[in-house]
């Protein structure tokens, strides 16, 4: 991969992260929690499908550990806004759901905080 090529992906990369922010900034500022906002919002869902159709493209790059780092964010988040929800369900349930939805909401926003500041600096993300 040429240079001008990875200047390229790396600019995907902060696209990707800018639109995962745009929904972390939805959740904040609206009456949705985080984590709703970001496993639902169309800005998230572009990003993970770029993901997906750019992470051919980082393989073998130090691009690589961001695309998977931002996957691994939008999928695990899914997964604990999917129990929050089912908690939800059950009256007594909603008591473990809103501090869930919170904790989740805080994760999401320091993962793609932490992800975009490494990328800035020129790091790979931890496996």
Known sequence: ???????????????????????????????????????????????????YLKRSQAAGTPLESHFRWQIRTFWWALLWGGIALVLIATVLGIVFAVPLLLLVGAWVTYRIARGWLALLRGREMPV
């Open 1 to 51: 991969m040429t240079e001008q090529d990875l200047d390229g992906l790396r600019a995907w990369t902060h696209v990707i992260y800018a639109l995962h922010a745009i929904s972390v900034f939805a959740g904040l500022t609206s009456a949705m929690f985080v984590v709703t906002a970001f496993v639902t919002g169309w800005p998230s869902i572009i990003a993970v499908l770029l993901n």
